[in-house]
């Protein structure tokens, strides 16, 4: 079976049916989880609210949206927002987005000795054609000095806490990076790396390129590999390790308006979860606690109400929600209004299957992908090049 495929993944009421294994679990450098599962960050989604509500649900390593380090180092007041966790959360995890190993070094530096986080990430996956166009995200890597020491002044800075490293295969089929790039990872000390199986040029298109995070962990040996890309059920989490070999799961797309797929995989790796009933109910009943922590997260019920708007169609995929509700939900400022309209939702509806299964969220199609003037004339960098990298930062200030 493709691993794009996805029959009969959960039973009517929701729960795993063919998913069975021995309890599994994973350490980050001092960290140690119960389930090799990691939620990946992604831009206004992982905020505290959203990493407290799969938490709820399930376990695992919560990672924040991507803090610019240069903002954090200027302690821009959006990104000071943005670093705080609640306190149910542990560990508590940062992943930093920087160009410049100084200010790299500097954010991790904060990070640790002001007691921000129990873990940071470093972000050099990142496709969006406005970071890979001054030469960050997934197009650093190219300039594999840069790529290493950016790192190393990670590690260094970092003290006692475990940094890891998330990158993707590299710019497009003829410009790969991920082998290099973990290799330099490795021998600078991270704690684990983690693969997005496919290259800045594929987007999110397509089907991930699972052989690659096999190559990869064939490469790095010393530390965890950790494996991302077309998770979209507890099966697919499995099956990633079985025909990988990787240590352990980073899921993205997969768990949007679906919190409690965390839950799914805790079980599948053999650890205790509340169990799923994927009724209409349940569904609006973890839709509603969403918007609840969304509004005491941004302390103004107005602001709370808006963001989960963008929620209302992962959450309700396929159920039979019907588009004149679907528009109020998505236009609902008050927890009152979300209430009368969930209200009028029948409950009971069971799981709808297939309907309700298989990729959410962005895709997009493969394109060349947007770099600076001879990005890939040289895998050194020119000396001219720096402050269009810093520019790359300026561009995602503030978080």
Known sequence: MAHGDHPGRVCENGSVSSVQSKPRALSIGPIDLDVPVVLAPMAGITNTAFRRLCREYGAGLYVSEMITTRALVERNAVTMRLIQHHESETPRSIQLYGVDPKYTGEAARIIAEEGHADHID????????????????????????????????????????????????????????????????????????????????????????????????????????????????????????????????????????????????????????????????FVAEGFRRHAELLVEFYEDEERGCRDIRKHVAWYFKGYPVGGDLRSSLAVASSLVEIDDLLAQLDHSAPYPGAAAEGQRGRSGHPKRPALPQGWLDSREMAEDATCELQEAELDTSGG
């Open 122 to 281: 470093l972000n050099f996956g990142c496709p969006v054609p406005k970071v890979t166009r001054k030469g960050g995200g997934s197009a650093l890597p190219w300039k594999l000095g840069l790529f290493r020491e950016i790192v190393e002044a990670a590690v260094k800075n970092a003290g006692d806490l475990p940094v890891t490293v998330k990158m993707r295969k590299g710019i497009d089929k003829d410009h790969l990076t991920y082998l290099d790039a973990g290799k330099v990872a490795e021998d600078a000390g991270v704690a684990a790396v983690a693969l997005h199986a496919r290259t800045a040029a594929e987007f999110y298109s397509g089907t991930a390129d699972w052989s690659a995070i096999a190559t990869l962990k064939e490469t790095v040996t010393s530390i965890p590999v950790l494996g991302n890309g077309d998770i979209w059920s507890a099966d697919d989490a499995v099956r990633m390790m079985s025909e990988t070999g990787c240590d352990g799961v980073v899921v993205g797309r997969g768990c949007l308006g679906r919190p409690w797929l965390f839950g799914e995989l805790a079980r599948a790796f053999g650890a205790e979860a509340p169990t799923v009933d994927a009724t209409l109910g």
